[in-house]
């Protein structure tokens, strides 16, 4: 018999095995998918690592600690709940782990970084509220594939030690518990299926296991793959009524069906209507599982405006507060928003999230990055350029009048209006022949051009969007893209899972994105990035390292 049983082969439950299998511990490692499906949505991320007063960091002359990481943090996550308890604990715990070991046992492990960290979730507000008071993003060379296949390599040394033993198409519907306690798992094996990593696969039941261990740790991921439990779970008295469309940022494997199983073993899920879904979706031109979209990681100086043309208002502006623009956006009574730009944004500013849509970093080779977004002159990156060709949501034009009759072309809808997005333009473009400025992204650039990494490769240079010398124009139509559950089920500092009455539910555990990425959700109402994938390595960790499991 095992030791314990992992039911999910994303980053958290490698994470959690390799620790186990270190410690001499036998296991089972469960996934309903096909085995190349293995390191599950952190294989697809950019590879973004939240970490805290790093050489990267110092090299790039920023200044961070970990009391400026944990005001940050307790800023953006709001904690107002009883049930706070746990997530507070473990965000304090996590930030204590991205300013203390956690780069020097990555990089022990093998992980490297890309020498320019990026600044996500600026904020926009005071210095008590939501978001990054410095860059921390970390982007690992190899993006999501280079994070996950350190901890793969770890779990396959174990299992050619026959420590670990991994089991692909089992599907499990139910934890077996006995006397209160969790003892095993049980569920259906799933016929064989051809599809590549992210396809859907089928669901055909091929016969039933049961198989016995006296630990259990759920590492199934959460609901951004599920329209109907993102719908049920929606925040309506915080954001309003949930968008009428959605494109999904996560496979459909994502779809939060162990919550509920989880939950009917005695786990208890807190914060469910703390959720994280971006504002800057469009539709993949060459999608891999349905509805596929992906999230534009937006430098600071494109103007984003509403369904009708009306510019949003700060802290709306790109990259800066994801949750109040994403409130903002649906208040119109439309689920979609426009940016619009110039040829020298999309070329410095413009990144798409997804290891795949990132080549360069992907394949950790300097000459390919100097090569894509060095040497290409006016062009943006090869994916970028494929998206502004191929993509429905993209809008190029050299004059205005040209972009407005596309935009009303891609909707359907004569909403834009010419001259009064030629009014707000012109207004800003006044803006930009002096240093100083009253609107606040105009000073936003400027801030962020202070920065060195921003200046070299992601803020281009302030420029009038209406000089034909700086087109051609774009516009690109902007959707809700469903991506990750904050709450979760609720766990202490062991990864244990916590039932309703407040005591720890024997032989049960839970990690990564189905435990709120720790505690039933450490980020509280807002996330800071790379707190994701670091979150699902930390909690992993954690449970593979507590001595609870027998």
Partial sequence: MADAIIVGGGLAGLAAAAELGDRGKKVIL????????????????????????????????IKDSRELAMSDWAGSAGFDRTEDAWPRKWAEAYVDFAAGDMRSWLHDMGLR???VVGWAERGGSFATGHGNSVPRFHITWGTGPGVMEQFERRV??????????????????????????????????????????????????TGDFELLAPSVIVTSGGIGGNFDLVRKAWPRDRLGEPPATMIKGVPAHVDGRMIAIAEAAGGHVINGDRMWHYTEGVKNW????????????????????????NRLAPPCLPGFDT??????????????????????????????????????????????????????????????????????????????????AGMNRVTGRSLIDEAALQAQIAARDLQVDNPFS??????????????RGDRLIRTAKP???????????????????????????????????????????????????????????????????????????????NAGRSDSVA
């Fill in 113 to 115: 970084w890309f020498p």
């Fill in 438 to 451: 009253k609107d606040a992204q105009m000073m936003a650039i400027h801030a962020a051009r202070n920065y």
């Fill in 30 to 61: 469960l996934d309903q998918e096909p085995e190349r499906f293995l390191g599950g949505q952190a294989f697809w991320s950019l590879g973004g690592l939240f970490m805290v007063d790093t050489p990267e960091q110092r090299r790039m002359g």
């Fill in 286 to 309: 060459d999608p891999i599982w349905p509805d596929h979209g992906i999230r534009i990681l937006p430098g600071p100086s494109s103007m984003w405006f509403d369904a009708r043309g």
């Fill in 323 to 404: 949750l109040a623009t994403l409130r903002e956006i649906l208040k119109t009574g439309f689920d979609y928003s426009w940016f619009v730009l110039t040829q020298k944004v999309i070329k410095k500013e413009f990144a798409l999230s997804g290891s795949e849509q990132n080549p360069d970093f992907t394949s950790a080779k300097w000459s390919e990055v100097i090569r894509q977004r060095i040497l290409a002159g006016a062009k943006a990156t090869g994916p970028v350029e494929a998206f502004k060709q191929h993509g429905e949501d993209f809008v190029v034009a050299d004059t205005l009048g040209e972009l407005v």
């Fill in 463 to 541: 420029h009038k969007f209406l000089d034909p010398a700086n087109g051609p124009l774009i516009a690109v139509r902007l959707h809700i893209l469903t991506r990750k559950t904050l709450g979760g089920l609720q766990t202490d500092l062991d990864s244990r899972a916590i039932g309703a009455d407040g005591e720890v539910v024997p032989g049960l555990f839970a990690a990564g994105e189905v435990a709120g990425f720790g505690g039933g959700g450490y980020h509280g109402y807002n996330a800071l990035e790379g707190t994701f994938l670091g979150g699902c390595i930390f909690s992993g960790r």
């Fill in 156 to 205: 396959r040394e174990h299992v050619a030690n026959g420590l670990i033993e991994m089991k692909f198409r089992h599907q499990v519907s139910r934890i077996i518990m006995e006397n209160g306690a969790a003892k095993g798992v049980a569920g259906e094996t799933l016929a064989e299926d051809s599809a590549e990593r992210g396809q859907s696969t089928n669901r055909d039941v």
